[in-house]
């Protein structure tokens, strides 16, 4: 399959920072989401992430130049009528996927692939909503994009070889290293990662020790190059606490149920570094 041109729903940070990585890697991109204002803070990201990689010698300053030529904006899902290939990164609620990909459906071209980011939501239940359930798949990419080398490749229950060789590839092309993963509640990478922050914010409620301290006994003594909870305040605590619902949800584990000191966060607003205020408190 000849991709050239690739859609990207969702200007987030996920979405922002995919977008970066393929119009560095020379596709042309649309990126889309549903406010002037999202996609306006999406592109100072990417301008942002691009001169950091100059900065790094990662580019030169004219592929940085180029790769902001190369992406389009819209805020309407109608104009991926003509992509080659989607790419999903809305936040981790399986109802607004679901919609997304059953416009799609109706909007793209047949031989257009529909692949979502997501982290935990079952890719069989997101492909359910298309009549391509062939090409629906999951390509996971890790946070933040630009960076990180892995991104997961989640087959669906009906997801074709062609397709998932097609994602393969192109993850490569991009640079990536992409592992297979079946359709299992949070895959590889969260399946193993949330249990744990959980486990630590289990600690902190209990009493075990400070935050500091069970992210000092983390990275020190396990070496890890940052701390669980340190962590869930970079990923965010309300995506942290999405997935390990949804990984409740689908294992019906008592071991994966979220701690109410997580939810309690959340439910105060306080979401960790976008927020300025988590298990630590950042400067705004």
Known sequence: MDIKTIGIIGAGRMGAGIAQVMAVSGFNVIMMDVKDEFIERGIDNIKKGLAKALEKGKITSEEKEKAITKIRTTTRLEDMAKVDFIIE????IAELKSDIFKRLDGICLKKTILSTNTSSIPISKIASVTNRQDKVIGMHFMNPAPVMELVEVVRGINTSDETFLIVKNLAEKIGKIPVESKDSPGFIVNRVL???INEAVFALMEGVASAEDIDRAMTMGVNLPIGPLALADLIGLDTVLSIMESIYKETNNPKHMPCQLLKKY??????GKKTGRGFYKYPK
């Not at 990164?89 to 981790?92: H, Q, R, W």
């Open 194 to 196: 949330m249990p744990m």
């Open 266 to 271: 959340v439910d105060e607003g306080q979401l």
């Open 89 to 92: 990164a809305v936040p981790e």
